[in-house]
């Protein structure tokens, strides 16, 4: 019983466009939401998180959007650069913060010079 | 970068057999999580341990078992090794807010 989804494996998007990468999620007790990256032969990295008091969180090139009632949240990065070619995680928490992090399957991004 | 560090890099085990995992966070964080990354799956959480306690744990059986030093250094331990536990193990120090990765270990079970 997967809680995290993510539907999409992989994706492409050509160098200085928006990607755009989805999640959704089952459990309605998630609270906290995080997205990660990873490159081959490195653990995960932490890129953006959001509350569930929030619908939208912004960092330079990333943004995440929260849509708590379709239970779907989405990480935008434009513009897109070849070096953010690696797999995202999309992952949910509880409320307090030794809740234990679920994460979805990935999505592979590759961006194309 | 935390420096989180893990050893070994890889492993190869025969089926029945006993592994053990270490991690060390230098950062100094005290809660040390454990996830289990089977190819082209997310981690998943295995447990938590805070202050040398296990504080939280995922859906797998009692194989699986760890330990937190004063430290704040973590092994996790897997008994009769089956196929199925081949996998990336990763170790992330910090609460869930700030939680950074190691490398991992990843564990080849013949």
């Known amino acids: 019983d997967q809680q995290v989804k993510q539907n999409s494996p992989s994706l492409s998007v050509q160098e200085g466009r928006i990607s755009i990468l989805n999640c959704d999620y089952t459990n309605s007790m998630f609270d906290y939401f995080l997205w990660y990256k990873k490159y081959p032969a490195e653990g995960p990295t932490f890129l953006i998180s959001i509350s569930s008091i929030k619908d939208k969180n912004e960092d330079g090139r990333f943004t995440v959007f929260l849509n708590k009632s379709a239970k779907h949240l989405s990480l935008h990065i434009v513009p897109s650069q070849p070096g953010d070619s690696a797999v995202y995680f999309c992952?949910?928490?509880?409320?307090?913060?030794?809740?234990?992090?679920?994460f979805g399957p990935g999505t592979s991004l590759s961006v194309i010079p | 970068d935390a420096g989180v560090t893990q050893s070994p890099t890889h492993l190869i085990k025969t089926r029945g057999q006993q592994v053990t995992l270490r991690c060390s966070p230098k950062?100094?964080?005290?809660?040390v999580s454990w996830y289990q990354q089977a190819l082209g799956q997310g981690p998943q959480f295995i447990f938590q341990y805070y202050e040398e306690e296990e504080r939280q744990r995922g859906n797998f059986p009692d194989r699986f078992s760890g330990h937190q030093f004063p430290n704040y250094s973590s092994e996790l331990n897997v008994n009769a090794l089956l196929l199925g536990d081949s996998a990336l193990y990763l170790c992330a120090a910090g609460p869930r807010d700030e939680q950074y990765f190691g490398p991992g270990t990843r564990l080849t079970v013949t």
């Open positions: 992952a949910a928490s509880g409320a307090t913060s030794y809740d234990k992090v679920i």
């Open positions: 950062s100094g964080h005290d809660t």
